[in-house]
């Protein structure tokens, strides 16, 4: 079983920056794939972006420009550095991590609230 502990959300204004962090443990080897979703007041949850181990990287469109993610693979640790927020990008920020193509264990969830 692989644990995901997440950090770093809370409340900026717009136009502001904030760092996620999310930490897997619980397996030796460091998973393929990992990412960030959201879920925003009223939707489903949708893909933020995701890296692979290798370090190719996948984006939403809606982040493309503003937010970068990054993993350190020696500490199974992703990032979400998120910049030039938007009211919009409000929401409950969940981490994942798979050991194949998808994510197939996820974190509780960060609240990311953004003030106009």
């Known amino acids: 079983q692989v644990q995901l502990v997440e950090s770093g959300g809370g409340l900026v204004q717009a136009g502001g920056s904030l760092r996620l962090s999310c930490a897997a443990s619980g397996r030796t080897l460091s998973p393929v794939v990992m990412g960030w979703y959201e879920q925003g007041p009223g939707k489903q949850r949708e893909l933020v972006a995701t890296?692979?181990?290798?370090?190719?990287?996948i984006y939403a469109d809606s982040v493309k420009g503003r937010f970068t993610i990054s993993r350190d693979n020696a500490k199974n640790t992703v990032y979400l550095q998120m910049n030039s927020l938007k009211p919009e990008d409000t929401g409950v920020y969940s981490c994942c991590a798979g050991y194949g193509l998808t994510c197939t264990y996820w974190g509780q969830g960060t609240q990311v609230t953004v003030s106009s």
């Open positions: 890296v692979t181990y290798a370090g190719r990287t």
